[in-house]
């Protein structure tokens, strides 16, 4: 048996610290790179999604104002024929609330596909996180078999 001089033991516990420092680093920035990639996805779904609902709104509001010039010209018909004024009005009613309700449908849904694409980011981002403590977990493995 070879026994190891005190220095030898010395500069291999200091190359074997040196090199787990390196590792921490290297999976440090690893993990900070997918942190920082899903919250830049986040944010970029959330510009998405605001400018759907965005859009959504000012159809509404176009729809709202649209509806309310129909019926103002309606109004002016009305002494000549009120029970027609009054069933163009319940029509027009049921289907602007018709309209109305495919608006929320629609962003309802951009809502959902905005979460579905998020939950898609997020389990990948997390995926590539437990693979690089993996990695690491057994690099340090290695790292630490008795000195030979």
């Known amino acids: 048996m070879n026994p190891m001089q ?15 420092f390196s590792l921490w680093a290297d999976t440090n920035q690893k993990v900070l790179r997918e942190l920082v990639d899903l919250s830049a996805s986040t944010a970029k779904e959330g510009v998405r999604l605001y400018a759907e609902i965005q859009s959504s ?11 309310m010039l129909r019926r103002q010209n309606e109004v002016q018909e009305a002494p000549r024929d009120p029970l027609s004024f009054y069933q163009k009005g319940v029509l027009e009613s049921v289907e602007s609330a018709q309209r109305t309700c495919k608006l929320f449908e629609g962003t309802a849904q951009a809502m959902t596909r905005s979460a579905e694409r998020l939950q898609v980011t997020a389990d990948h981002a997390g995926k590539e996180i437990q693979a690089t403590f993996t990695q ?3 690099k340090v493995q290695s790292l630490y078999t008795p000195l030979a």
Not at 6 to 20: F, H, K, M, W, Y
């Open 57 to 67: 709104a000012v159809e509404a509001v176009k729809e709202g104002q649209s509806y």
């Open 6 to 20: 005190p220095n030898d033991i010395l500069s291999q516990l200091t190359g074997r610290a040196v090199e787990a």
């Open 136 to 138: 690491l977990s057994g």
